[in-house]
């Protein structure tokens, strides 16, 4: 997804790779349209141009947190979920193996920029260090992206530590600082006011927006 210019004269706009491919698999794009689309990206990136006088220049530039974008983009998938919008079977098994590709992602960037031992009772090669070549090993066996996007996905991580565990952790604060608002409100909380107040407040790092987003 690339963002809209600060005055809008370029609209938001979201890509699909092809990569030499003439032939997708649709089980998967409807997660990523919500992740990428709206309520994803597009609809956050796109409401801080919106109200960027309200805002520091830095925030909408410069100063936008990986965590914090990504973390919204992975909370809309599942409130779509919630919603009830993945209803045909696949769809939604696509946007469960994205979760899982999330998971993982966790798990490896940690295990190999920190050198760690694989525990003593796990399933995979316990007691072993994690390496790029077990990574990808780890991504076939519990996720269903094919050789080449396995192969990629380990190079991110080892090229950009740390950006990967932000889905998660962004996730899991948006979800704890609409938790937190919503047990002050108590039955006054509304999540529709909640989400445009959210979105309208620009990029914080984690421990700010868990506190600004309970404070709403």
Same mark, same amino acid.
């Given at each position: 997804?690339?963002g809209?210019?600060?005055? /809008? &004269?370029? =609209?938001?706009?979201?890509y699909?790779?092809?990569? #030499? $491919?003439d ?6 794009? @409807? ?11 597009h ?7 919106a ?17 914090n ?5 992975l909370?809309?998938e ?7 919008? /993945? &209803?045909? =079977?696949?769809?939604?098994l696509?946007f469960?193996? #994205? $979760? ?7 798990? @490896?960037?940690?295990g ?10 796990s399933?995979f090669h316990p ?8 990574a ?6 519990c996720?269903g ?14 090229g950009?530590p740390?950006?990967a ?6 996730e ?11 047990r002050?409100?108590?039955?006054a ?9 959210a ?5 914080f790092g984690?421990?700010?927006?868990v506190d ?5």
């Amino acid at each position: 997804y690339q963002g809209p210019s600060l005055d /809008f &004269s370029r =609209p938001g706009r979201t890509y699909l790779p092809t990569l #030499g $491919q003439d032939t997708f698999p649709t089980w998967q794009l @409807v997660s990523i349209w919500y992740h990428e689309g709206v309520p994803g990206h597009h609809l956050q990136l796109a409401q801080w141009v919106a109200v960027a006088d309200r805002l520091s220049r830095y925030q909408v530039t410069e100063g936008m947190v990986s965590a914090n974008i990504e973390g919204w983009a992975l909370y809309a998938e599942r409130f779509m979920d919630d919603l009830g919008f /993945f &209803s045909e =079977p696949e769809c939604r098994l696509g946007f469960l193996d #994205g $979760q899982m590709l999330r998971i993982i992602r966790v798990i @490896v960037d940690i295990g190999m920029h920190l050198e760690l031992t694989i525990p003593a009772d796990s399933g995979f090669h316990p007691g072993e260090r994690w390496t790029p070549a077990l990574a990808t090993e780890f991504m076939a066996t519990c996720n269903g992206s094919p050789a080449a996007r396995r192969n990629g996905e380990i190079d991110r991580y080892l090229g950009w530590p740390g950006q990967a565990i932000g889905y998660k952790l962004g996730e899991r604060a948006w979800l704890q600082g609409r938790e937190a608002a919503k047990r002050r409100q108590g039955a006054a909380f509304d999540l529709k006011a909640w989400h445009m107040k959210a979105l309208s407040q620009g990029s914080f790092g984690l421990d700010d927006l868990v506190d600004n987003l309970a404070a709403l």
